[in-house]
């Protein structure tokens, strides 16, 4: 019986390439409050990952430099195959100006605060069942 599945480690550029071809990720933090991971929708900016949110948001809190990951996947339930991708790096990463196809936040309301994540490692993964 011949076997088709596989997973595969992607390096670092494949990660970056997948990763820019995504609008919506996960952020995690150790913050004030325990353990935060909270969806945002993402642009790039360089090599540097930019989301907004809103004053007072437990997002906000990444304004200052904070170790953090951010996680973006690809699954297709249908063919059993996909890729995740984590980054490790730092909050607070100064961004001059957003991307011009920086999606719109999904949540309501204003989010004037802009968050840039300085990448300091790259993990990702693609899988293919048998």
Do not use: K
């Not at 945002?40 to 004053?55: A, Q």
């Amino acid at each position: 019986m011949a076997q088709y599945g596989h997973l595969t480690r992607l390096d670092e550029a494949e990660c970056r390439l997948l990763l820019a071809t995504r609008r919506f990720g996960r952020v995690g933090w150790n913050s004030a409050a325990g353990v935060q991971i909270l969806p945002v929708s993402y642009g790039m900016v360089g090599d540097t990952i930019v989301f907004r949110t809103m004053n007072g948001s437990p997002l906000a809190e990444l304004v200052r430099p904070l170790e953090v990951s951010f996680q973006v996947d690809d699954l297709d339930d249908e063919t059993s195959t996909g890729w995740s991708i984590l980054v490790h790096g730092t909050s607070g990463a100064a961004v001059a100006t957003l991307p011009a196809d920086m999606p719109d936040p999904w949540a309501p309301g204003d989010r004037p605060l802009v968050i840039g994540i300085a990448a300091d490692h790259y993990a990702g993964r693609s899988i293919a069942a048998d």
